[in-house]
Every structure is written in C-alpha cells, then in structure tokens.
C-alpha cells in the first residue's frame, strides 16, 4: 500500500507539472517576427503619484485599487497593520498566458493595459475592472476581454473574473488576483507557505528552468493555503467544488536569493533593493483556465482573509466554507461503532499467493478472536497486487469466483466483513488489454504520448531491483467509454458480497494534470481532477441499487471526496499532525499499525479518533504474530468504546480549550473531545517517550472542578484532579465531571 498522510499529500501534489496546450491549437513551427526577451526586463513600475485610488475597507482589512490598471497598490490587516501588499510601485494587476506560434512563453501583462472601464458599486464594496482589445509581448489587439472582481464579503475580500476570447489563441493560464510586493509582517520577521518564504525561501522546480526562485502550491487536498507565520497569517481559500480546474498558489522571488545555500534554498535579501534591483517577492493565484477560442469561462472564486492565530485558526475559517456541501453518507451498524480492521495481502505482482480464497476463513476466525471487526483484502484480483489494472477478475491460483463469494459470505456469519482493494486510476501497461484496447481511454499530454507512473517494487531480487517492475498509466476519468469500462469491474465488487472497496490511489494521477486527447469527448484539455468526481458518483450510484451501505474506503482522499468516501486510510508518522481530522471531524480515517509493540501509533489512533488498521509483516502476516500489540490495540478501543460519548461520538477539537503543562521540559501530546449531548470535555493525554515518565498537570478552560479518569491498562473510573504520572508510551483519559 503506498500512503501519503495530508501533508504529504499537499507536497506531492505541489509537484503536479503543468501541460502544455494542445498542439491541435498551438503548432511548434517556429515561425513569427517576435522580439527578443531582455532577461532582466520587468513588468514597468508604476508612477505612484498618477495612481486615481479606489478602496475597499472594512474592520479587518484595507485594500486599495489603482481605478486606470487594476493593480492592488496596497493590501493591509488592520488589526497588526501587516502590510501584505508593500510597495505600490511593484503592484500588479492581473496576467495572462497565450502561447502563440513560435512563442509559447508569451503573456499579456495588466499593468501594460489600460482599463476600458472601472466601477465601482454604490455601497463601495466591490469593483470590476475591465479590459479589452488586449496586448501581449508578441501580438498587439487580441480579441480578448477580461473583467476582474474583487469585493468585500463576509468571508473576506473576494476576487473572480470572466475571461471572453475571441482570439485565435488559447489562453492557457490567468493570473488573478496578483500581489507585487509580499510584506513581511513586523509582528514575527517569519512567513511560511507549507514551508519556508522568509527568511530562507525554498525552490520547488529546477533551477534550469526559471529566472528566479520559485513555489508552486496546489490546493487539492484542501481548498486553501496558509500564508504566514504561527501568530499572524493571510487565509487564501479558493471556492472550488467542481475541480474543473487547476488553480496553483506561486510564490517568486526577485531577483533571487542573497546566498544561495543549495539548488533548493536561500537566503531572501534583507534590504528594499540589491544590486539595484528591488527586492520583492510576489504571490499570485494562477488559474489553469485553458480557454479556447470562441469560450467564455468564469473563474472559481479567491477569498482573501487576513487572521491573528496559527493554522488552526485558518481551518476554522475553512470549516464555516466546508459545511456548506458535505453531506452524510450510508453507513452500516457496526462500522459506525468503534470497530478496527486488518490489511492482508494475499498475492503481490511477483507471484506470492500467501493462501487460498477458502483459507480466508481461518484469518477471519483469529481477527473475530481480537475483536478486529473488517479484513481489507489486498492483491485477491487477478495477477495480485499493482498487475493486471483495471482488471477485478478473481485469480484461478488463489481459487475461483464462487470460492471467493462463498468465503466472504462464511467470514460475514462471524462478524468479519471483507473489505476489496480496488484500483480504477491506473491501467498495466505489460497487459495485452492495455495494449489492444485501454491505451484509448489513457491521459495524453499535449504531444499525444500517454502518462507513465513509474509502478511499485515487489518481492524478488529482480522485483525489487525495478526490473521487472509494471508501469502504469493514468486512466481518463472524463471519459464516458472509460467509466463505462471502470463501472463493471467495480460492480463485480459487489457481485462478490464484498461489505466494501478500498480505492487505492484514488487521490492523484501521477505526474497528469490535464487531459489533451480529443477523443475522450471532453474539453480540450480537460483537468483529469474532475473525472473523479464522474467516476466516484457513478460508483455510488451502483451501490445505491445493489448494497446502499457499501463503505467506500480511499487512500488519503482529498477533502471533496469525502461527499463520496467514508473512510480516508493513511498512513502517519510520529510527529503528525491532525490537521486533515480537525477540518473533518465527521468522518472516518484509519491508520496502519505495523510494529511488533507499536503503543505509538495506537495511542495517536486514541488522541485523534483513528480507526487501526493492524498490518504484521507490512501486511503480509497474520494478527498472533504481533500479540504485545495486539494486547495493548483491544485495550485502547475497549477504552474507546466504554467512553465512546467522548473518544468516538465526540468531536475532536485539536487542542483547543486545554492546557497540560509537563516538568523538565518532556514532549507530551494531548487532544480534546467534546461531548456534544453534555457539552462535556474530556482531555487525552499521552507520553511519546519510550523509556521515561512524565508529569503532567492538565486543564479545561472556564472549568475550575475535577476529573474522572481511566487509562488502556486502568479503564475504571478513577478521581483525579488533573495531575498525574503518565508511564513511558502511556495514555490517560481525563473527562470533566
């Protein structure tokens, strides 16, 4: 199984390089009289003293407007007097990319065009700058109009746009909105974006192919990103439910770093200027929009929002968004209780069958032993795991279709429900059926080659030395005739008897971003994001005619996937953090246990509502061969269920709310829980030392009383008044009288 936890998700997918247009637009013919780039060109600064200034202003924020280039002069949170948008003069506009023949880097910059017209409404809350008749670098008049939005709401200060292109040309990316000139906020001399901007500034693509440092953040995991430090920030959410597109937060350092430490890091500049040029950073939200000729596309809203807090405070904003389109989901009895799993491998890609369909019985009869309540069942289809995708057919050497159904009937009568791996995103391109029909449906970039994803490593010598290692190829989820294939091997699931699917991979496509193939009856291109969207509804659909309480499971799903998914499996590591089970309290995720006496990973299952997912031998054992944490994993969700109000029906608040102070400097972690049917708390604190004790005093806001406590070893109810000794790997329960 290969994981990624939220964070790295978030990485990963910042990594996501962008196509190019379809050559059906663009052809590569090297042709056009264009000028020649000066390499230390930039954007012309903009005269302050001609600037006609249009402002938007409320308690938080102040942001104003030049009324004849649209550019965002100034940006300022009031409450710390954090100016995000520093210097006027390095201000922008809005920018956009058109590739034209000959010169596929060719934009058209705002702050070279004139609005044609600017308003501003009667309540002075919002403005709408628009531009025509525009000029790129390379081609004067394009037929192209633009009008940019940005207004004052309740969640902050909002931009949108509709872009109009009459011209010949696609425009492939829009920038909008765009700061020129980053501030530093005074209150802490740090600014972070998923990882350092300043003092040091981090690179994330290779120096060969830019003129400056550069970042790139993509929100798919979750709609927004967090621009600052742990005291103050500026919230970025983008308003996207659809994922039609890719939307890139980019961060660019100019002209580049002060010292340059290695290819990936340097130093930013301290002073305004350095070798006479201003030194600035800016930040901009760029909009893959990909409009062709002849289309009109209005992009997803950005909403700006300047805060005092660390990240949690930024979720919390999200949260108020977020609840405006989750919904809840089928579910069966028993997965709603507390409940926890085993990952068994039966077969690898190497040919490693580990026992028969029918042997299935005997893992079930020792998970029913430990009270494990779901075996997910990796490699049962044909070839084993990560070969022969997308084929679910059963595999003759493990035994046959009825062998399979019959085993997964005998485990249900004794309370074990099989849960199938599944994979839809991926076809195997060893396979004749890849070859002779599949490679249709695969993502093409923009030259007509198929994706590639480099495959997985298994078992052998050769194996695990990549020489016999299966490539696979992203599958397009937007088109129909895929789906149409994708649905019946995801219904012979459910043909099985299976309680349940887990979609492996179901959270990325590799290194595809975009699909260009024309004949996959979508937009050329179209975001391969969206497909899934197509994709899991038509799975549900199915399910809701043949099993409505079929759980869908999914490897560390984005957050709009939950409107599909149950449960989200992920894999963490020691110093994780909950941020993804903060913005989705609601729902469920499971994490691996694979240790031999593996309290950590339990204990975070305990401090932050995880279902265990037990996997000896990397999943290729079996439950008695690990019986210290076996032992210890009945406790806890013993523990779990006795208090189940609080550690599993409660919500988890991270730790707000809380205060546990620990002697000599020792780690502790703790999380709290509210009961919602007693507006009760209750505070999970745990040692991560695995050799000393700790000493901990803990409290509840506006709470003065005592506790009642219970712990994995001790789960009787014992009085305490906050402060005790916590053993080495240990956990302790303390919940508000």
Known sequence: MKIWNFFSVILVLTFIQCSSPSEKFIKSDYSGNYPIKDLITEVPALDENTIVPLVLENSNLKAVFDKNTGRLVSLVTKKTNWQIQRRGYLSRSFRLSIPVPGRRDNCVYGEKQLACKTEISNDN???????????????????????????????????????????????????????????IPKTRKILNFGGPVYPYFRNHKGYYGTDYPIQYHSPLSAKFGILGNDYEALYAGYIDTAEDRLMNYCLELKPGYENSENTGMGTVPKADSISGKPVHIEFSCIHFAYVNPEETYILKPIVFQPYIGDAYTAADIYKKWRKQWTKTLPYPEWAKKVHSWQQFGINSSEDYPRCTYKDLIVYARECAKHGVKAIQLTGWNLGGQDRANPSHDTDPRLGTWDDLKNAIAECKKIGVHIILFSKFQWSDESQPWFKNELIKYAEKDPYGNYYTMGGYQYQTAAGLSGMTTRKLIPMCQNSSKWRDIANNEFTKMIDLGADGTLYDECQHHGNASYCFDPTHGHHIPAFVYAGDILLEEGFRKIAEQKNPEFIFAGEAIRDLQFRTYNVSYTRIDKDHDPMQRYLTPEVDMMIAVIGYNDRHPINQALLYRYIISYEPRNFKGRLDEFPLTMEYGEKVDALREKYSDFLWDGEFVNTVGAKVKVKNDAKVTYSVFINHKTNKRAIVVVNPSYDQPINVEAQLDNYKGGFSMASPEAPDIKESNGKIEIPALGAVVLMQK
Do not use: H, M
């Not at 531009?131 to 394009?142: A, F, G, Q």
């Not at 746009?161 to 765009?178: F, G, H, I, K, R």
């Open 125 to 183: 809350k919002k403005i709408v700058f628009t531009w025509e008749k525009l000029s790129s670098e390379c081609d004067k008049n394009l037929d192209i109009r633009f009008a940019g939005t940005a207004e004052l709401t309740e969640e902050g200060l909002q931009f949108t746009a509709q872009l109009d292109n009459n011209s010949p040309y696609t425009v492939e990316a829009v920038y909008w909105p765009y700061i020129g000139d980053l501030g």
